[in-house]
Nanobody, 124 residues
Framework: VQLQASGGGLVQAGGSLRLSCATSGRVVGNYVVAWFRQAPGKEREFVAALRWNNATTWYTDSVKGRFTVSTDNAKNTVYLQMNSLKPEDTAIYYC??????????????????WGQGTLVTVSS
């Protein structure tokens, strides 16, 4: 499985960005595709996830109502629409894939495959 994240950039607070995670097409069935982020000096943290076969989604509390994860199965791509961005959303965003179970959705260790990361910078 190969993943390629894109769509990062510089945006003012309150603005929007859409990140894309293109998969190799072998992400199927019960796989979960997740977005994590890592700010300078901080640990990588869970942001959102989507289960490929039924589009069930999960979000960390700090992004609920602002971020939306979705999929275009025909394009084998998962998106993270980020609205009302805040300076604290500044980080490198990574997409990841794995056969995570519900209780481990938010763990870095649950994902075997990672994209290269895309930088999101939100200015105040």
């Amino acid at each position: 499985v190969q993943l390629q994240a894109s769509g990062g950039g510089l945006v003012q607070a309150g603005g929007s960005l859409r990140l894309s995670c293109a998969t190799s097409g072998r992400v199927v069935g019960n796989y979960v595709v997740a977005w994590f982020r890592q700010a300078p000096g901080k640990e990588r943290e869970f942001v959102a996830a989507l289960r490929w076969n039924n589009a069930t989604t999960w979000y960390t509390d700090s992004v609920k109502g602002r971020f939306t994860v979705s999929t275009d199965n025909a394009k084998n791509t998962v998106y993270l629409q980020m609205n009302s961005l805040k300076p604290e959303d500044t980080a490198i965003y990574y997409c990841a894939a794995g056969q995570a179970i519900l209780s481990t959705i938010r763990r870095v260790s649950s994902y075997n495959y990672w994209g290269q990361g895309t930088l999101v910078t939100v200015s105040s």
